[in-house]
């Protein structure tokens, strides 16, 4: 009863999510509203509304899945294949790609030749970045009164996990995109009461030939920082590490960079307390 009338305050309060797109000078945003609740996996899904203003001080970083990494990303528009899936600890994004129909032609035959460069060194003009559309974000309800505290879809990653402990997969990357699209296919065939108790073998050999790549740069931070006692949340509460994370033309390394956030939070600790008493102060004058 508690979990649900959260969900309904949250849509009496019209609270929502500002997504901020930031690629260049022209800064986009975009409005997510409360859309449905998933009660079993206490997952809040918010779908896309009208723009509005952006609150800095809730910001977190992530990288975009490339536009430009395979063909599959050239499919037309309504096909399943061009939905892309961005994630953390306690939310999805999924999003995809669009073109003009005469650039998306003209794509599709260059990737029928060859797959080097968005650039054609044809006669063909320079093409410019497709337009990204934003399907619905689902976080947990953990996450919207916390942060990214708890697993989202924890049921579907545990089983997954003795899954591809069955088939000798055991370090990978839990945010990869090919690890969120089986998540997310999971909830539907679970709705649809279609359990599975096999894999793709596209998802095994994934696994078996991407075990280098079981940790991010964001993940890394993370797990040191849990290592030295320090909430891994702070990350997004500093510029120099999110520019890290994003490997934004930061010059730190990963220890550089957990030293500071352990210097700052320190130094935090140390004035928190005299900030409060003036503010106390402050208000009781």
Excluded at 118 to 131: E, G, I, Q
């Amino acid at each position: 009863m508690g979990e649900y009338h959260i969900c309904q305050q949250i849509k009496a309060l019209k609270q929502s999510i500002l997504i901020k797109l930031d690629g260049n000078d022209n800064k986009r945003y975009i409005k997510l509203h409360l859309t449905s609740y998933d009660l079993k996996n206490k997952v809040i899904e918010f779908r896309p509304a009208e723009n509005e203003d952006y609150n800095s001080a809730l910001e977190k970083l992530y990288e975009l899945p490339s536009w430009n990494s395979t063909e599959n990303t050239l499919k037309q528009p309504g096909n399943s294949d061009t939905t892309r899936y961005l994630g953390d600890t306690g939310l999805i994004l999924s999003l995809s790609y669009l073109r003009p129909k005469q650039q998306h032609a003209t794509l599709l035959q260059q990737s029928s030749i060859t797959h080097t460069s968005y650039y054609s060194t044809s006669n063909s003009s320079m093409l410019t970045a497709p337009k990204l559309q934003i399907k619905w974000l689902r976080v947990t309800l953990d996450w919207v009164l916390n942060g990214n505290q708890q697993q989202i879809y924890e049921n579907s990653f545990v089983k997954l996990n003795e899954l591809l402990a069955k088939e000798g997969c055991f370090k990978y990357n839990p945010l990869s995109e090919p690890i969120l699209k089986y998540i997310v296919a999971e909830q539907k065939r679970n709705k649809d009461e279609q359990y599975s108790a096999t894999l793709p073998r596209s998802l095994i050999n994934y696994c078996h030939s991407h075990t280098h790549e079981c940790h991010t740069r964001l993940s890394r931070l993370q797990h040191m920082l849990e290592g030295a006692g320090v909430d891994s949340q702070v990350i997004w509460k500093y510029s120099f590490a999110k520019s890290f994370v994003v490997g934004n033309g930061s010059l730190l390394c990963e220890e550089d960079v957990i030293r500071r956030i352990q210097d700052s939070e320190e130094e935090w600790r140390h004035k928190k307390p005299v900030l409060l008493r003036k503010l106390l102060l402050c208000s009781v004058a």
